[in-house]
């Protein structure tokens, strides 16, 4: 870069203002830029366009946030940014601007869990287990999802993946969600708050401030509650986890893409249940700059490995929506994971598609998913929705990595596919070319995670994805 020391000087004028008023939508308005060193310096792009720079979007190399004070730009015709663009590229290719776009702020809705009747249980199979390694967890016998005594083979299957030793240790999950209650007992000691971030308030830690910020802490309990004597036990509870708060209001594309890359060289999963609105009418994908921060993940992520991402199927199935038109769930880089509920069955809410990987467990039939709850020692038996499905494979995936950190983000979704289970009844599997049955509802089925850790064990990694472009093909 040619002026390191101009953008220093911004860097240091920007670090007195505080993050929230570096980030207010009501005084400024907001661009992306992706400046194009080449060519000219990014004061000069600046000072060209007639804005600040703010930050750097995230993890995007040379993606700039920058802004204009609204009354400024109040006074001209339209978009005065976007006017000395146009301006300036019509005088010259050479601007030093890749690309700019407007920031606006959009809602993204999470997989919330469906109320339903509720039956109790009571789980002789897991008092055993419990008395075995000695976890002392008051509501683990409730935890179907780990231990089915009704329907025993309708589990995660996690406990032999215990007895072989691994419970998450090292593996760090990221709940890209509403907030993580990190001052739970049954979360505390597995939180890290390096790795954490509040996008919607621009604080450093994800506090659930708004009534119904319960949904992230629910699912991290899911995942990394501890073994202790709160709540529940998560599925890989030995593990670390980060909260990033995204859903408690509308958030930009460039905060969006910031989050998914937050803590990438040392998170390894990426947990979302959230995405586009359920009800059937909205076709929505990730934006250019949410796109770049996917491939940013997969590509850089982990040491070279990757982010793994964990993206909920959706429950808008009733209202007849369905995964393939969320650009989230359809991308080829994330894990898509629908409903199944814990007599083996498709939840009515849990979207079908193409798109689905595999199925997790989640609520349906009566029953829900037992977790800690928002609260110093809170615990909630309403969790559900593909919102709980998704960190119920994120638990799995955790243990896998545990046992093979030197797994890519290829080699997770290889051993998803040739390691679910099938279920449900035979009419909605369909053999594909490859020999291997699928279902729209169901992806190549359930994941179990003794299955998936033993492969994973003795699994030969993956060749790099490649891609072939055939001559009529216009891309
Ligand atoms: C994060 O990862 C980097 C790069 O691998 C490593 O140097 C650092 O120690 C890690 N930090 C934590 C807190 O794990
Ligand atoms: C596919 O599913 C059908 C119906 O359940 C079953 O009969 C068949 O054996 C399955 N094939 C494979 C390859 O799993």
Known sequence: MRTPFAFSAICAVFSLVSAS????????????????????????????????????????????????????????????????????????????????????????????????????????????????????DP????????????????SMNVVPVWEMGFTGKGIISSFIDDGLDYTSVDLKANFVAEFSHDYNDHEDLPTPKLGDDTHGTRCAGQVGAGKNTACGIGIAYDSKVAGVRILSGPISDADEAAALNFGYHNVSLYSCSWGPPDNGMVMDGPGYLINKAVLNGINKGRGGKGSVFVFAAGNGAASGDQCNFDGYTNSIYSVTVAAVDHKGERPYYSEACTANLIAAYSSGNGKRIVTTDKGTNKCTDTHGGTSAAAPNAVGVFALALEARPDLTWRDIQHLCVENARQIGDGEEWQLTAAGRNYSSNFGYGALDATAFVQAAQKWKLVKPQTRMHTKNDPN
């Open 21 to 136: 008023s570096r980030h207010n939508y009501n005084t400024h308005n907001y661009y992306v830029v992706e400046h194009d060193p080449e060519y000219a310096s990014l004061t000069e792009v600046a000072s060209s366009l007639g804005v600040e720079v703010v930050e750097r979007v995230g993890e995007l190399a040379d993606h700039w946030l920058v802004r204009t004070r609204k009354g400024l730009e109040g006074r001209e015709e339209g978009d005065g940014v976007l006017k000395r663009h146009e301006t300036l590229r019509a005088r010259s290719a050479e601007t030093g601007i890749k690309y700019l776009s407007r920031q606006s702020l959009r809602q993204r809705t999470k997989r919330a869990p469906i109320l339903e009747r509720r039956q109790s249980d009571d789980s002789d199979g897991a008092r055993a287990v419990a008395e075995r390694f000695g976890i002392h």
């Open 139 to 154: 509501l683990f016998p409730d935890q179907w999802h780990i231990i089915n005594d009704e329907e025993p083979i309708h």
